[in-house]
């Protein structure tokens, strides 16, 4: 069975407060509102981080947002993929290549992957949620045969409509080494595969639930229910790790403004990555 620890902490991050500057390499549509960044670092240095973790991006002028790393350590450029919801990540997404914008990090809890070694690992993502999960799989299957890599891989993808699935062409590219089902709420014309949420993929997947470590990401409730199938199937809660987000006010990334805090969590320090016994505690702090 897979080990069951907590997800790793954060290591220090390098410059906490002032944002190094970034020009941006390249920006790609993925979506009607959601864009990728490719970020290369105007000072050449490299940028360390593991998969789960999260930057402060800086639209100088406008604000400042947190938004999850979408890339695989050690690749260059840095990606973000950042659905444009307000004034910030409105300005991200449009930002013209050539462009510079401020990031500060790495922060927050990793997916802690070296946990995984002999596990089923099946990932289920909804929509944008599968941009901070898409490093972790990247990572996965480079170790697939390796002492430390994973028994095998299945990705879920759900997303509202077609049009709303994000990385297409990593979704066709893992199917050579993972077991890939994509799933979507309502198809459109020309759309001919799965219809329903992704949580309906869960019971046909092919892992095995008593050796298996689940990490999931997308809306609120469709975190629940997906929780809810993996333990039908058997899989362990201790197992389950979700990225949480929770509307927070994100500020200082450090742990030491408090704006981000829930009870005794603060959640660039603690989280976004958790186990499932932590959300449950996090999601009942939240409906007090
Ligand atoms: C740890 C972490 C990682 C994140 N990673 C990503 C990512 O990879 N890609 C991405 O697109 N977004 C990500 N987000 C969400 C992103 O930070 C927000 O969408 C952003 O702060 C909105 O800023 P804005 O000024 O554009 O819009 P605002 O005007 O601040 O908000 C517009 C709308 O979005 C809602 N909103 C704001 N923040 C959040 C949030 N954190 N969660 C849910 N709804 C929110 C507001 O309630 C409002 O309805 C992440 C958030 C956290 C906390
Ligand atoms: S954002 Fe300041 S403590 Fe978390």
Excluded at 35 to 44: H, I, M, R
Excluded at 81 to 98: D, F, K, N, Q
Excluded at 205 to 230: I, K, N, S
């Amino acid at each position: 069975m897979a080990t069951l620890t907590e997800p790793s902490p954060a290591p220090a991050p390098t410059g906490p407060f002032t944002p190094a500057t970034f020009r941006v390499a390249g920006r790609e549509q993925e979506a009607p509102d959601v864009a990728t960044l490719a970020l290369e670092p105007t000072d050449g240095r490299s940028f360390a981080f593991h998969p789960g973790q999260f930057n402060m991006l800086t639209a100088f002028g406008v604000g400042e947002v947190p938004i999850s790393i979408s890339s695989r350590p050690g690749s260059r450029p840095l990606l973000h993929t950042i659905r444009e919801v307000g004034p910030v990540t409105a300005a991200l997404c449009r930002a013209p290549v050539g462009s510079l914008v401020g990031v500060r990090g790495p922060f927050g809890t990793d997916w802690g992957l070296d946990a995984f070694a002999h596990a089923d690992v099946v990932v289920v993502a909804g929509g944008i949620g599968l941009a901070p999960l898409r490093g972790a799989v990247q990572v996965l299957l480079d170790r697939a045969g390796l002492p430390m890599g994973p028994r095998k891989v299945v990705v879920l993808v759900g997303a509202r409509t077609p049009d709303q699935l994000i990385f297409r062409r990593d979704l066709d590219a893992w199917r050579a080494h993972a077991e890939v089902a994509v799933t979507v709420d309502m198809a459109t014309s020309g759309w001919e595969g799965n219809v329903g949420v992704v949580t309906s993929l869960v019971g046909s997947a092919g892992f095995d639930a008593h050796r298996a470590m689940a990490l999931v990401c997308g809306p609120e409730v469709m975190m629940r229910h997906t929780v809810q199938a993996l333990i039908e199937r058997g899989v362990l809660p201790t197992s389950i790790r979700l990225r949480v987000s929770l509307e927070r006010n994100m500020q200082c990334g450090t742990g030491l403004c408090g704006h981000c805090q829930l009870g005794p969590f603060l959640l660039c320090r603690d989280g976004p990555v958790v186990t499932y016994p932590q959300a449950s505690r996090l999601l009942a702090e939240a409906e007090l």
